[in-house]
């Protein structure tokens, strides 16, 4: 017989009216939910009126409320009736049954002798009731209210109340019993019943004593079928389960609002993505979290502008234009101060409470960076391509021009429209068009081509000279998009290698002609390199020399070496503009020559010393010679002096005329030697260009007067028909004719100072420009060895330049380091791609984090490496981390939690031994006394602290805590010592080793303080 519920069954209705006694049906809160007439009538009431009303106003025992029970029997009471009358009944309370928790009540009339239910009226209750057995102490059944379908009930009668048990619950079935017989107070257990071609069931068995006098004699088991409730209940919390999983796990932000606009649920990623905590979130009005998520600032989504009203519309009328699309917005993050960008989608979906507002939030601050990026990029390239200073061409794979800069039109005289109308077979020549066109097929095919040189035929047909470099541009799937064609004018430039060519022969013969020979010397490499001119003038063939600087030292004479050598060092270290020495070398056969040697450092090291230069040797034995026969008889080496390829002059003390020149001074100034000696003394000034007139005077005049000077000077002079050469001139004082006269010696250094000019000009450019960088720029040559540094920022270096120039990369860096590093190098090596690895190293005790990008170098050898200090990124990116690792385990304990002690506790842990403080306190606050109270603290405090910290104005005004609590803003303290001085509240922590502290106050929806967490520690910290 199936157990049903007494709303269902009429007949116990129609029965109860037919009884003597009142009764009445209580639902769980103990209101009254159907009476009999009797019931009412007892009460002075109708039953409608009683319907709903509380037993508590109705009955009392001994003038006191009384609680539900099933242990009430036959209970004498005072009935409360509705005209304030009392009267005086008997009671006896039975549960309906334990799924629904419904009582019933019988009142029997203390006058009445026929309380007594009728059978029929038993009948229809236990209909409507469950199973119940009465159990003697032992567990034998000795009554049963119901059979179980197929047997009646005396075959349960004196059986265990155990055998129909499953074997797996009798233990608890049995201790449960035997727990009410012990202590008195009622009992339930939920078990299962497994029975052979029968699907599972479940029950609840509720045990109550039954007492006679002070002693339970028995006990009265209920049995409550569960089954679908449980199935309900597994049911349900798998799909929630699963529902959770995928809510709580989401990378997208959710939220549900209910139908009056309050947050019921949000997920942890949407309160990441809004910099916010989940707690603040719930129960509030969505239009009053809208606006602080936006942080104040302009809203750009429509419904964000009015959420109340707009919320509001779409649950009057079902509608909203919102609803089922994609908004965007912006906000500054709470957290970290950074500009966020959002998308969010909100739909409705049914719910058993109405239809709920489900609103999915993304974080697209990335895709709108990189587009804004694009955009930039875009604008970047448009700029450089309108703007290049070389001619950029753009061509469809069909080899049509679909784009030009001006650079180019105005390359080949053609509009930028008259080249998209034409191909770029109509511009190359008819003698490359072939070439050309196997070029583009190669492009088109993936192959990468180097720069190379063209011949483009011009609109009015002349032809020009470019360097070119083309790549094929593709699209995002690697489709072939255009071919950027850049094309740098090389005419001119090939004029001027043409003309340097040239020059360069020019100079040759100059030097063979003034019979100089050159050499260049690398200290880095301790290199010294000759021509062949210079080995000649030593007898040596240009081998036997070699170029090893220490071989050369051996040539210098003794006797001359170190006043050599000071010349040379006078200046290296900027006391002469150019060095200059005359001294003895050996030649080949063993004899001395005499030498003229001149030179300039073109480069410097790190430390001052010589890095590169370059300088000539004469082969001034002649002149030696003529100057000391001069000195004996002038006349008697005049010959000499004549046929010289330096240029000679004489000039009297003064100067005012000059009284000999030789044919290669007139050769050089392209005047006669009769013109020369003829000249007055303004017309000899005038032959020195006008910004070096004086510094030649003061030249010579010192030399007559044998006052120091520089050993030589260099200065422009003018010669008759041609430009301005540059001399470089020596004087000194003689006897002439009995009276002092200055003797000069000119050598054209013109060239010579143009390569210098140009070299150093190359150099000083590249020098700017590499110094100027914050990069670490690097270059290794083919054994992996360091061979240039460059720097504008000397702090990236692992150690200093000169420790490192001429290493090996595994000599210098870490062994870890150093391998990944030459692996690298090596693929870049391979494939001719450029490549970056990040790595770190220790510096100055500290871990350093450097971004290097490698590329292979122009020499098809060598590798460029730029590397960047990427310490500061790295670092805050592991914060990040950290700070996100920090606050998903706090979440997850406000989730899991369910006790305010082990929660605080958790967050006290959890901020405390992430962030290095030694300990922690929080303080909740009591309204009742008005006091923050301790709740929970962690680490260790040299003194106790309080349970109560006072939150008065004076108590503000010496307690950190107190004062936070006033304020209600943080305090993030990093020097207590320092500090107490401008912040009297601090003196609190006199008592403790503390040096920093923080103190944060939390506060509910209406700005009420609730707690104040604190934390400190014995170390000055920096918030």
């Not at 949407?270 to 809208?290: D, V």
Request: charged share 30%; hydrophobic share 35%; glycine share 6%.
């Amino acid at each position: 017989m199936s157990q049903l519920s007494w709303t269902e069954s009429l007949q116990v209705k129609d029965l109860t009216e037919q009884i003597s006694q009142g009764f009445g049906v209580l639902d769980a809160k103990g209101n009254i939910q159907y009476t009999n007439a009797r019931f009412a009538e007892m009460l002075g009431y109708s039953q409608d009126e009683v319907i709903g009303v509380s037993y508590h106003s109705l009955f009392k025992i001994d003038g006191t409320d009384f609680v539900l029970d099933d242990n009430i029997h036959e209970k004498e009471i005072t009935l409360l009736t509705k005209n304030k009358t009392e009267g005086k009944a008997k009671l006896t309370i039975n549960s309906l049954d334990d799924e629904s928790h419904k009582w019933y009540i019988l009142l029997t009339e203390l006058k009445s002798g026929d309380y007594r239910l009728n059978s029929d009226f038993l009948e229809a209750l236990d209909l409507a009731s469950p199973h119940r057995l009465v159990v003697g102490r032992d567990l034998k059944i000795q009554y049963i209210s119901k059979p179980f379908t197929g047997y009646d009930s005396e075959y349960f009668i004196g059986r265990s109340a155990l055998d129909g048990v499953d074997p797996e619950y009798r233990d608890g079935v049995r201790d449960a019993i035997e727990a009410v017989f012990e202590e008195g107070a009622i009992g339930s257990i939920e078990i299962s019943n497994s029975m052979p071609d029968r699907p599972t069931s479940w029950n609840v068995l509720r045990i109550s004593p039954i007492r006679q006098q002070e002693d339970i004699t028995a006990v009265v088991i209920t049995s409550i079928d569960i089954t679908e409730r449980v199935h309900t209940e597994t049911a349900l919390r798998e799909s929630e389960e699963k529902f959770r999983g995928i809510f709580e796990n989401a990378n997208d932000g959710i939220v549900l609002t209910d139908s009056s606009g309050h947050v019921i649920a949000a997920n942890a990623s949407f309160a990441t993505l809004f910099g916010t905590n989940r707690g603040n979130l719930l129960s509030k009005p969505f239009w009053e979290i809208q606006p602080s998520l936006m942080n104040g600032r302009k809203k750009t989504i429509d419904y964000q502008q009015e959420p109340e009203t707009s919320l509001s519309s779409y649950f009057e009328k079902d509608d909203a234009p919102w609803l089922d699309k994609t908004t965007k917005g912006e906000f500054i993050h709470p957290v970290n101060g950074e500009q966020v960008w959002f998308e969010q989608h909100s739909f409705i979906i049914p719910s058993s409470k109405g239809s709920l507002l489900c609103s999915f939030a993304w974080d697209v601050t990335e895709r709108h960076q990189n587009e804004e990026a694009r955009k930039r990029s875009e604008q970047l390239y448009r700029a450089l391509f309108e703007q290049n200073n070389d001619a950029v061409l753009l061509l469809n794979p069909e080899g049509q021009h679909i784009d030009a800069n001006e650079k180019a039109s105005e390359l080949l005289g053609y509009s930028i429209e008259e080249l998209k109308e034409i191909g770029f077979t109509e511009t190359v020549t008819e003698s490359e068009l072939e070439e050309g066109k196997k070029r583009f097929a190669e492009l088109l095919a993936g192959k990468s081509l180097p720069i190379y040189k063209r011949t483009f035929r011009k609109k009015n047909g002349e032809e020009v000279i470019v360097d070119i470099n083309v790549s094929l541009v593709r699209d995002d799937s690697g489709n072939p998009l255009h071919i950027q064609s850049i094309m740098h004018d090389m005419t001119e430039n090939i004029r001027n290698m043409q003309y340097l060519k040239e020059s360069e022969e020019r100079l040759d013969l100059a030097l063979y002609g003034a019979d100089l020979g050159v050499w260049d010397w690398d200290t880095v490499k301790n290199e010294l390199k000759f021509n062949d001119r210079y080995a000649a003038i030593l007898g040596f063939e240009p081998e036997d020399l070699g170029t090893d600087y220490n071989k050369w030292d051996t040539l210098v004479h003794p006797d001359d070496f170190q006043i050599m050598e000071e010349r040379w060092n006078a200046h290296v270290f900027g006391k002469t503009p150019f060095y200059s020495s005359e001294h003895r070398m050996r030649t080949k056969s063993g004899d001395y020559k005499w030498i003229l040697e001149r030179g300039k450092v073109i480069e410097h090291n790190i430390e001052g010393g010589t890095k590169r230069a370059s300088g000539t040797i004469l082969d001034i034995t002649e002149r030696v010679l003529a100057e000391q026969a001069l000195r004996e008889e002038e006349s008697k080496y005049r010959t000499i002096v004549e046929q010289s390829l330096v240029g000679f002059a004489i000039l009297p003390s003064g100067p005012t005329d000059i009284k000999f020149a030789n044919t290669r001074l007139a050769h050089m100034l392209e005047y006669s030697v009769e013109e020369l000696v003829s000249m007055d003394t303004n017309e000899i000034e005038y032959l020195v260009h006008e910004e070096d007139r004086e510094r030649v005077r003061e030249y010579l005049v010192a030399s007559i007067r044998r006052e120091p000077r520089d050993e030589f000077i260099e200065a422009r002079f003018l010669s008759k028909y041609s430009a301005p050469i540059w001399v470089e001139i020596t004087a000194g004082r003689i006897n002439y004719g009995g009276s002092p006269a200055v003797i000069i010696t000119l050598i054209d250094i013109t060239r010579r100072r143009e390569m210098e000019d140009g070299l150093r000009m190359s150099e000083a450019k590249g020098r700017t420009l590499l110094q100027s960088l914050n990069d670490l720029v690097i270059v290794h040559d083919e054994h992996n060895i360091y061979s240039e540094i460059y720097s504008g920022n000397d702090s990236i270096l692992y150690t200093t330049p000169n420790e490192v120039i001429g290493r090996h990369i595994s000599n210098v860096l870490p062994d870890q380091v150093a391998k990944s590093y030459l692996g690298s190098i090596q693929q870049v090596r391979e494939t001719g791609e450029s490549k970056s690895i990040d790595y770190s190293l220790p510096i100055n005790d500290e871990d350093r984090w450097f971004s290097a990008n490698i590329s292979p170098h122009e020499d098809g050898k060598s590798v460029v490496v730029v590397i960047r200090d990427i310490t500061a990124r790295y670092n805050a990116e592991e914060f990040l981390r950290r700070d996100r690792r920090v606050f998903r385990d706090l979440a997850q304990s406000f989730v899991q939690s369910n006790d305010i002690h082990e929660l605080t506790q958790n967050i006290l842990n959890g901020i405390g031994e992430s962030y290095g403080f030694d300990n922690g306190i929080f303080l909740e606050y009591d309204s009742k006394r008005n006091v923050l109270h301790l709740t929970a603290a962690v680490g260790y405090f040299s003194s106790p602290i309080g349970e109560d910290f006072q939150i008065t104005d004076e108590a503000a005004k010496s307690s950190l805590i107190s004062h936070v609590y006033r304020s209600k803003e943080p305090q993030f303290i990093s020097d207590i010592t320092s500090e107490v001085s401008e912040k009297p509240f601090l003196v609190s922590f006199r008592p403790y080793v503390t040096e920093s502290a923080l103190a944060v106050p939390i506060l509910d929806e209406y700005d009420n303080v609730m707690a104040v967490i604190g934390f400190s520690t014995d170390t000055p910290r920096i918030f």
